[in-house]
């Protein structure tokens, strides 16, 4: 009968690497998404009139009612409200992190969803739930298409008001 490992010393190891590649997509909502984002700057959505639901990141088809939304895109400007937030002092690797980074989910304006991003120009204590703020973008010529394109949010004090798409 079987009894399992009990000594992890008695154990043979091999020493080796395994070639692995992955490659993730953003499907075709979501590169529709960064195409718009790297090239105008602003989101695109989708909206199923019947639900009044507008999803952002976009969906192709409603998630209530399952109607085609392959057809039923627009655009916000990317603004919205701090939803909540969390405060981090350590990165990735467990290093302090000084001045502690604030991450926060954002309410996108004119949309049912929103977006995780870092709050820039921010103290941690000066962070208020439902404060507007702005995304910041890379500009324009620097944007690739990707998360990366949005630097994070910072408070629309700070930044001139972008004009509504
Ligand atoms: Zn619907």
């Known amino acids: 009968m079987f009894k399992g490992?009990?000594?992890?010393?008695?154990?043979?190891?091999?020493?080796?690497?395994?070639?692995?590649?992955?490659?993730?997509t953003a499907g075709v909502a979501g590169e529709r998404f960064?195409?718009?984002l790297r090239r105008k700057g602003v989101f695109a959505?989708?909206?199923?009139?019947?639900?009044?639901?507008?999803?952002?990141?976009?969906?192709?088809?409603?998630?209530?009612?399952f109607a085609d939304l392959s057809e039923a895109w627009a655009e916000v400007a990317p603004s919205g409200r701090v939803h909540t937030y969390?405060?981090?002092?350590?990165?990735?690797?467990?290093?302090?992190?000084?001045?502690?980074?604030?991450?926060?989910?954002?309410?996108?304006?004119?949309?049912?969803?929103?977006?995780?991003?870092?709050?820039?120009?921010?103290?941690?204590?000066?962070?208020?739930?439902?404060m507007p703020v702005d995304a910041v973008l890379a500009p324009p010529r620097r944007r690739r298409g990707s998360m990366d394109d949005i630097a994070g949010f910072a408070p629309r004090r700070v930044l001139p008001r972008r004009p509504t798409p």
Do not use: K
């Not at 639901?53 to 998630?63: A, F, I, N, S």
């Open 5 to 24: 490992l009990t000594n992890v010393a008695a154990a043979r190891v091999w020493h080796g690497t395994m070639p692995v590649q992955y490659l993730y």
């Open 86 to 130: 969390t405060v981090v002092h350590e990165d990735q690797d467990g290093r302090p992190l000084d001045p502690p980074q604030v991450v926060a989910f954002v309410r996108i304006d004119g949309t049912s969803g929103g977006l995780i991003g870092r709050l820039l120009h921010l103290r941690p204590q000066d962070v208020q739930v439902e």
């Open 34 to 36: 960064f195409q718009t």
């Open 45 to 65: 959505v989708t909206t199923c009139a019947e639900c009044q639901v507008t999803y952002l990141p976009p969906r192709l088809y409603c998630e209530r009612c």
